[in-house]
């Protein structure tokens, strides 16, 4: 039989230490050449939303093999996006077009069998895992004793973003920013009952970002929220997404790490009359030249041995989650899974709806 899951059953069973240890043991298996991460897909065509608005349909997959574990996984999302400009950045967002709802797909199957163990939604695992990756990147490159966190952004992705670095680091204090008062403050609010932690919304980013040990950006902005003049000794910085990071703060910081050097991204374009296309904006992060790839670790590197995280108390480090990894789904969904099997949580379905008799 064939598991199918919820979110809300995914939040029952997915801490963030569950997430953190699943995927510190899929790097090392990275690392030591013994996991496949496939490329990140995307297929993007012109289209218009609901009410007639341009936007961009983008069709997305990543993929991983996780032998150790006998699993691999495919995450496919089917998107509509939208660009809009608020607070003077540029964001990417994805608009509940599907009857107010989202579509994302994590499938999980058996590498013994290959038949189809698990179908979920992406939504909390992809939330955690992208936490999760932060919070890896703060266990090797903060500093041990860094209590004072600043927050850029008050959405879904930076509620994950407190949790996780509040579970490798002895946080005691957050400040959080995002151009909404109204928003943040909310989020402020939330997120201190519940997590038993002081939790302040700021006035600005800079407010936000002054003195704290560890400045983290979760935004959909395609502009730099992450400035230079943030850098100071022992100060680590973290981005969920490159755009986050001033070209300039990459050059200042000691010690870069990035979620993956593979740089595992294609695209495929059909240009539209209706809408640009903002992903194809070029950055800092490509072409990736030989002196910047020379300074380059990532996680895979660090957590097995082959580089190292932070050297010196007063070092500046900076962790970029430039990339999604297909692979991270197969770590993390084979625990969920594990983990539902075991609580008997979700709904099971012939697996020979999604099998055949015919050879494909």
Not at 44 to 71: C, F, H, I, R, W
Not at 150 to 164: I, K, P, T
Request: aromatic share 6%.
């Amino acid at each position: 039989m064939t598991l199918v899951l919820s979110n809300e059953e995914i939040a029952q069973i997915l801490t963030m230490e569950l997430c953190i240890e699943a995927l510190d043991a899929m790097y090392v298996e990275v690392g030591r050449g013994l996991a496949l991460a496939g490329p990140r897909i995307d297929l993007v065509a012109g289209t218009q939303t609901l009410d007639g608005a341009a936007a961009d349909y983008g069709l997305k997959a990543m993929g991983g093999v996780l032998p150790s574990n006998g699993v691999s996984a495919v995450r496919l999302n089917s998107d509509i996006i939208t660009w809009p400009e608020r607070a003077g950045f540029i964001r990417r967002e994805k608009t509940p077009a599907a009857n107010g709802r989202w579509v994302g797909l994590v499938l999980l199957f058996s590498t013994r069998t290959g038949e189809p163990l698990m179908i979920a939604p992406d939504g909390f695992m992809q939330r955690t895992r992208v936490a999760g990756a932060s919070a890896l990147g703060a266990r090797y490159l903060a500093r041990s004793d860094a209590r004072t966190l600043c927050l850029l952004g008050s959405g879904w992705q930076a509620e994950g973003q407190v949790e996780a670095f509040c579970a490798v680091r002895p946080i005691e204090s957050v400040r959080v920013y995002s151009p909404d008062p109204e928003h943040r403050a909310a989020f402020a609010r939330r997120m201190a009952d519940k997590l038993g932690k002081r939790i302040i919304a700021a006035d600005s980013a800079e407010a936000a970002a002054d003195g704290a040990d560890i400045v983290a950006a979760a935004t959909n902005s395609l502009d730099p929220v992450l400035q230079p003049e943030w850098i100071r000794p022992g100060v680590h910085l973290c981005s969920i997404t490159v755009n986050e990071v001033h070209p300039d703060v990459v050059d200042e910081v000691d010690r870069v790490a990035f979620h993956t050097k593979e740089f595992t991204k294609e695209q495929t374009f059909r240009p539209a009359a209706a809408a640009p296309v903002v992903q194809q904006r070029p950055g800092w992060w490509t072409p990736p030249d030989a002196a910047f790839r020379s300074r380059l670790s990532d996680l895979s590197e660090i957590a097995s041995g082959h580089a190292t995280g932070r050297q010196r108390s007063d070092e500046a480090t900076l962790f970029v989650n430039n990339i999604g990894m297909g692979l991270q789904f197969a770590a993390v969904g084979s625990r969920v899974y594990e983990e539902a099997r075991a609580r008997g949580l979700g709904h099971e379905l012939p697996t020979d709806w999604f099998t055949q008799t015919v050879r494909p």
